[in-house]
């Protein structure tokens, strides 16, 4: 009499359904673990149906006169799949643990399948032995006296698969870790159950729940793929990355930026998502037509990264081929106009960058490095550049500078066109680090804005200047007034004009004698607090300079909303005048803002030619390299006292 019970292998039906239907709707089969998780799926899937198709040619519902030959394919499939759950499982660990590379050769390949290739080789036999099971129609379905050399042999991957996650668990954080073995602790229970209780067809639906765990705790859709794209996304590569650094094992790494990924985005809105994965598809049809394993990632808006199991291979060969594929596939995309700024580096990690955070900063930035002649450089040559080890350490130097004191402060002098003579400067914070040298200004405040030290360095820069002013060799210079840069940071905090006041009565200073320079970018940034202290600060008889006009949105209504006085030219805008046209633009500008009673600073004076240009275009002041370059207050009253009137 048919008295077992199958109604855990259907509800396994739905659940097996729901997880492959997801995985491809989600697009998680690209990448080597997330197709060896959909054939893990995909496999048990098919011996679940190979499992109820046997069970319903007992119960007679079909199958009539057929039903020795169809519960026999039908056990001879769930053997198979059910077995080849078990490889691809053992093949699944060895990628998510990034132990890959230790299976790379064909040995330890065929090492793994030994037991499967033993099992496979028991069924094709066992029509001739009945070694593994007979099925006849007076008898049925029965064991065959060498069934347990099966499960022995499927046993030796539980084996291998439990000793070899707990060898690499430093690689996996818990839960992925406890998901990987339940897989074996649930089915291994599953397995004894339905051994000695036929009855009891249990073992798909726990394989179906160990399958699920492991979407919920191993592959995480959501944190797996990038949502504008589709694509394996960038929390991905950081957790790929981590395991490579447990590993310790070098790993080539190909880093591919769209440095104007916004504007093109921008600007061909749904068809950039099909030029980057157009981009996608010629990276992995060209590996696997070299037959390199790789895995490729995508972080919105513009970055690839593709990590290269072979350590050796030079990319340089496949990026004109994948290069011109990628131009003729996406030609009707780029007819539009839109020009691809692609850069391209290669690094071995942790070879030649050590650190998980080095490693993801230098993705980011790498493109602002590159020269832009080349489409690809390898990192060597951006890394041991003395501009990359400054981006690198600015946090140490920065540290250095606020616990040392190194920070120091050099004047530029700023040269009068009616009078002749320099009548004031620009105060220019000046940090020489201990290990890297003179440290550019500009750099240093960016940094330090970026990292909320910026109010500590300019507390200090603005007390500096101050005793300066304050002192008989300020008053000596004949100066009308120091320009003082004020950051956005700090125009933000309330307690800034109290501040800048307790300066002003401490060192004695006059509010004439200061001019607050604030960028022309800062205005993108003006809040209610911003607004009130530039008005505060003017109204106390500080003049206001808008430092570096014409470098963004130049917006001329904002001159008129903001209480300042004077205007400084960005370089930009100077060097523009080199030609016919861009002379005609500085001068329109000039004469604008002196219609409006502004006064016109220009920096960029570096050459002769440049500073007649500026003093006949109408500029009220001039500074740049050829009257002066920064320097320190005693060097500046030398220069006051010899320069000629």
């Known amino acids: 009499m048919y ?17 492959i239907a997801t995985t491809v709707i989600r697009k998680m089969y690209k990448g080597r673990s997330n197709r060896l998780y959909l054939e893990v799926a995909m496999f048990a899937f098919a011996a679940d149906l190979c499992e109820i198709m046997e069970q319903l040619a007992f119960l007679g519902i079909t199958f009539g006169t057929g039903f020795v030959f169809w519960v026999k394919m039908s056990e001879y499939a769930y053997f198979i799949t059910r077995n080849a759950v078990n490889v691809s499982y053992i093949f699944f660990i060895i990628s998510t643990t990034k132990t890959w590379y230790k299976f790379d050769k064909i040995l330890p390949r065929l090492f793994i399948m030994l037991p499967y290739i033993c099992i496979f080789t028991l069924l094709a036999t066992n029509e001739i032995t009945g070694w593994v099971f007979t099925v006849t ?67 798909s639906f726990a394989t179906s729940l160990t399958v699920l765990f492991i979407v919920l705790y191993v592959q995480r859709p959501e944190l797996q793929v990038d949502m504008s794209t589709g694509l394996p996304g960038f929390r991905a590569y950081c957790e790929e990355i981590g395991k490579i650094r447990v590993t310790g094992h070098d790993t080539r790494i190909v880093m591919i930026s769209l440095r104007n ?19 996608d598809s010629e990276v992995r049809a060209f590996a696997k037509r070299e037959k390199i394993s790789c895995e490729v990632y995508f972080e919105s808006p513009g970055n690839f990264y593709v990590v290269l199991d072979d350590d050796t291979y030079n990319p340089v060969q496949a990026i004109p081929e994948i290069k011109e594929r990628v ?36 993705g980011h930035n790498f493109a602002r490095f590159s020269d832009y002649s080349r489409i690809y450089v390898r990192a060597g040559a951006i890394t041991d550049s003395r ?12 540290n250095r500078a606020v616990v040392s004191g190194q920070l120091g402060i050099r004047y530029q002098p700023i040269r009068s066109v009616a009078e002749n003579k320099f009548t004031c400067a620009e105060a220019v914070i000046e940090l020489t680090d201990v290990v890297y040298g003179s440290i550019d200004s500009e750099r240093l405040i960016i940094a330090a804005e970026e990292r909320g030290l910026i109010v500590s360095l300019s507390n200090r820069y603005l007390e500096e200047v101050f005793t300066f002013m304050g002192s008989e060799s300020f008053q000596k210079l004949g100066y009308t007034h120091i320009c003082v840069r004020l950051p956005v940071s700090q125009c933000m905090r309330m307690d ?11 060192f004695r200073v ?13 205005y993108e940034n003006m809040s209610r607090v911003f607004n009130e202290n530039l008005k505060k600060l003017s109204t106390q008889g500080f003049k206001i300079v808008l430092d570096g006009f014409g470098s963004g949105y130049s917006n001329f209504m904002h001159l008129l909303d903001m209480p300042i006085n004077a205007v400084r030219l960005d370089k930009s ?13 500085l001068e329109g500008i000039i004469d604008t803002l002196r219609d409006i009673s502004l006064t016109v600073i220009a920096q960029g004076a570096d050459d002769q030619q440049t500073s007649l240009m500026l003093a006949g275009s109408g500029c009220d002041l001039i500074q740049g390299s050829y009257y002066s370059p920064p320097v320190s207050k005693d060097k500046l009253e030398k220069l006051s006292a010899n320069d000629p009137h």
């Open 3 to 19: 008295d077992k019970i199958m109604l855990f292998d259907i509800c396994a039906v739905p659940v097996y359904l729901i997880i």
């Open 137 to 203: 129609i007076e008898e049925g379905y029965k064991r065959g006296p060498n069934v347990l050399w099966i499960y022995a042999f499927a046993a030796c991957y539980l084996v291998f698969g439990v000793i070899y996650l707990i060898a690499h668990r430093h690689t996996l954080d818990l839960g992925s870790f406890i998901a990987l073995m339940l897989m074996y602790i649930i089915n291994l229970v599953s397995v004894i159950t339905q051994y000695f209780y036929p009855r009891y067809i249990i073992e």
């Open 261 to 279: 990924a916004a504007e093109m985005s921008s600007y061909l809105r749904e068809s950039y998502s099909d030029y980057i994965h157009i981009i």
């Open 327 to 362: 131009r003729m596939i996406a030609a009707e995309i780029l007819e539009t106009g839109a020009q691809p700024d692609m850069h391209i580096v290669s690094v071995t990690f942790p070879k030649e960058i050590h650190t998980i955070d080095e490693l993801l900063r230098f």
């Open 387 to 398: 501009d990359y080890q400054i981006e690198t350490h600015i946090d140490e130097i920065l």
């Open 496 to 506: 800034l004009t109290d501040t800048i006041w307790n300066l002003r009565e401490r």
């Open 510 to 522: 006059s509010p004439a004698n200061i001019a607050f320079e604030i960028k022309e970018t800062s």
């Open 573 to 585: 805008i100077v060097q523009a005048a080199s030609s016919a046209n861009g002379k005609k633009i």
